[in-house]
């Protein structure tokens, strides 16, 4: 049984309700003998109760568990600094659907379980991507996908999808976008675009043109052992830019490649739930309904 005895807070304060959440979080916690870590750019909001404020590279070195308040993407955002480190993530939803979240904000009594052994954890594989240009090289890392998409202006734009390992052509999209997802990320921006979903735990790529300009444009499938290589390019000088799990732009240049794989690391998410993957679904989007 893994004792998580330091947990990294991480509250996302622009959502409504977030911060009042992350004081009853910091509460149970401590009853539950356990050490709060927030980040020092927080202290003054939080100034005045038991925790310790560090650093945010400290924040998650020093941490056995990263707990996340806020939506999705709040998860999303900390994951790339907590698979590095190996630290895994447990999210409080305070957005609109949680796929990712493990916990509503009426559950805290479920944080009892950390201490008696009560969850599991699911490793949900990343996508490694690479930006190479005539500049240089660029990484990162996504667990919902990697989008590649025209500018502000009413363009489509010509893509070239090839697998890396042997050049090999697959195929050209004339769209506003490619959506390059893991599993996790099917039921996210894939999915509005009318990707299928696919079980999170499984292993595989999932490319999704976005409003292609062609009668049978469809949704591919790779093995999580492909790399798919991607270039970009629009008639005029309107930009194309590469954009890794929602935030942060990359200006793709015609010269330039993106590469996709399944990376090295992955992320680890606690789940207090005994609840499958389908049900949660089910449950998320009879809640829209």
Not at 168 to 174: A, E, F, T, V
Not at 188 to 194: D, E, K, P, R, V
């Given at each position: 049984?893994?004792?998580?005895?330091?947990?990294?807070?991480?509250?996302?304060?622009t959502r409504n309700g977030a911060y009042e959440a992350s004081?009853?979080v910091i509460k149970k916690l401590q009853s539950l003998d356990?050490?709060?870590?927030?980040?020092?750019?927080?202290?003054?909001?939080?100034?005045?109760?038991?925790?310790?404020?560090?650093?945010?590279?400290?924040?998650?070195?020093?941490?056995?568990?990263?707990?996340?308040?806020?939506?999705?993407?709040?998860?999303?955002?900390?994951?790339?600094?907590?698979?590095?480190?190996?630290?895994?993530?447990?999210?409080?939803?305070?957005?609109?659907?949680?796929?990712?979240?493990?916990?509503?904000?009426?559950?805290?009594?479920?944080?009892?379980?950390?201490?008696?052994?009560?969850?599991?954890?699911?490793?949900?594989?990343?996508?490694?991507?690479?930006?190479?240009?005539?500049?240089?090289?660029?990484?990162?890392?996504?667990?919902?996908?990697?989008?590649?998409?025209?500018g502000s202006l009413s363009r489509l734009i010509d893509i070239?999808?090839?697998?890396?390992?042997?050049?090999?052509?697959?195929?050209?999209?004339?769209?506003?976008?490619?959506?390059?997802?893991?599993?996790?990320?099917?039921?996210?921006?894939?999915?509005?675009?009318?990707?299928?979903?696919?079980?999170?735990?499984?292993?595989?790529?999932?490319?999704?043109?976005?409003?292609?300009?062609?009668?049978?444009?469809?949704?591919?499938?790779?093995?999580?052992?492909?790399?798919?290589?991607?270039?970009?390019?629009?008639?005029?000088?309107?930009?194309?830019?590469?954009?890794?799990?929602?935030?942060?732009?990359?200006?793709?240049?015609?010269?330039?490649?993106?590469?996709?794989?399944?990376?090295?690391?992955?992320?680890?998410?606690?789940?207090?739930?005994?609840?499958?993957?389908?049900?949660?679904?089910?449950?998320?989007?009879?809640?829209?309904?």
């Amino acid at each position: 049984m893994n004792d998580f005895q330091n947990i990294a807070v991480i509250p996302n304060l622009t959502r409504n309700g977030a911060y009042e959440a992350s004081l009853n979080v910091i509460k149970k916690l401590q009853s539950l003998d356990m050490n709060v870590l927030l980040d020092q750019r927080m202290e003054q909001k939080y100034h005045g109760l038991a925790v310790t404020f560090k650093d945010e590279k400290s924040l998650y070195a020093d941490c056995d568990l990263v707990l996340t308040i806020g939506g999705d993407g709040t998860i999303i955002h900390a994951s790339r600094y907590a698979s590095l480190l190996g630290k895994p993530l447990l999210g409080i939803n305070m957005g609109r659907l949680g796929f990712v979240a493990g916990i509503e904000p009426d559950e805290l009594d479920m944080l009892s379980m950390l201490r008696e052994g009560g969850y599991t954890v699911e490793k949900r594989m990343m996508l490694r991507v690479v930006h190479q240009s005539p500049n240089g090289k660029k990484e990162f890392y996504a667990l919902n996908d990697a989008v590649i998409s025209r500018g502000s202006l009413s363009r489509l734009i010509d893509i070239d999808v090839f697998l890396a390992e042997d050049n090999g052509y697959i195929c050209n999209y004339r769209a506003d976008g490619l959506i390059l997802s893991t599993p996790t990320g099917s039921s996210a921006y894939s999915l509005a675009a009318g990707g299928p979903v696919v079980e999170p735990t499984m292993k595989c790529i999932l490319m999704t043109p976005v409003c292609s300009h062609a009668l049978f444009a469809r949704p591919v499938l790779f093995s999580h052992h492909s790399e798919i290589a991607v270039k970009a390019s629009c008639d005029d000088n309107t930009e194309v830019f590469l954009t890794i799990d929602g935030a942060g732009t990359v200006i793709v240049r015609k010269t330039d490649t993106v590469s996709v794989s399944c990376a090295k690391i992955v992320t680890e998410l606690i789940s207090l739930k005994h609840k499958t993957f389908y049900r949660v679904l089910n449950d998320k989007f009879a809640e829209r309904g």
